[in-house]
């Protein structure tokens, strides 16, 4: 069973930054997705950013540009550097992770590929 759990979230200004961090529970970057989705109240939860095993990214158009999705092996650790905050932003944030079932199968930022959630993180942004 992975675990994941999420922190950096907090409340920022519009035009500031924030990163969020992802901690999982045991080395799954070679045969795992990961990324980051969103969930605002009163919306849709929102595909923020994908990484596959080999590296390969998938972002957003909304936050295209903004956000960058990393990770450090080493370390187990997923990333989400947030820059240019808007308002919009505003949301709980959720690591997620998946095993990797076939090439290109993290690209679609789809919530129903994703086994694994973690406890989400919430982030604010005011005007």
């Known amino acids: 069973q992975v675990q994941l759990v999420e922190s950096g979230g907090g409340s920022e200004q519009a035009g500031g930054s924030l990163r969020l961090s992802c901690a999982a529970s045991e080395y799954i970057y070679s045969n795992y997705c990961m990324g980051w989705f969103r969930h605002a109240p009163g919306k849709e939860r929102e595909g923020v950013a994908t990484?596959?095993?080999?590296?390969?990214?998938s972002v957003a158009d909304s936050v295209k540009g903004r956000f960058t999705i990393s990770r450090d092996i080493a370390k187990n650790t997923l990333y989400l550097q947030m820059n240019s905050l808007k308002p919009e932003d505003t949301a709980m944030y959720y690591c997620?992770?998946?095993?990797?079932?076939?090439?290109?199968?993290?690209?679609?930022?789809?919530?129903?590929?994703?086994?694994?959630w973690g406890q989400g993180t919430q982030v604010t942004v005011s005007s």
């Open positions: 990484i596959d095993g080999d590296g390969t990214t």
């Open positions: 997620v992770a998946e095993r990797r079932l076939w090439v290109g199968y993290c690209q679609p930022l789809d919530p129903f590929r994703f086994t694994y």
